[in-house]
């Protein structure tokens, strides 16, 4: 009867533990507004520097949709600042992106602006 007990407080002690895991976890994800109060904008390509970013992180551009937008690419377009064909286009001027694990990388591809730091990389853990 007591080992039955046992076994029963450690399966409720093993709920509670995964429960709090699992609270952690998404506890963890968090707001970024990239650029802070100037948001998205030209030399904006150190705003990431000292910054820890995980995966399911919410990155929030705000910009004029007239002058700017946001092109997730690969990190050969970032460097190259050309836009693969198929790249994801964002243009609403407040976009919201959810970072996956690994490298993230976000330029805006009106004429010159990712030459000129209008572009970010971001490695998730
Ligand atoms: C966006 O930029 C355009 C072009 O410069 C400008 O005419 C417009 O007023 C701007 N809009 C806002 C909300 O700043
Ligand atoms: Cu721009």
Known sequence: MSQGRGSAIVGAATVVCLLLVLHLEVAQAATYTVGGASGWTFNVVGWPNGKSFRAGDILVFNYN??????VALSKAGYDSCKTPSGAKVYQTGKD??????????????FPGHCESGMKITITAA
């Open 65 to 70: 949709s007239s002058i700017h937008n946001v």
């Open 96 to 109: 919201q992106i959810k970072l996956v694990k690994g490298q993230n990388s976000f330029i805006c591809n």
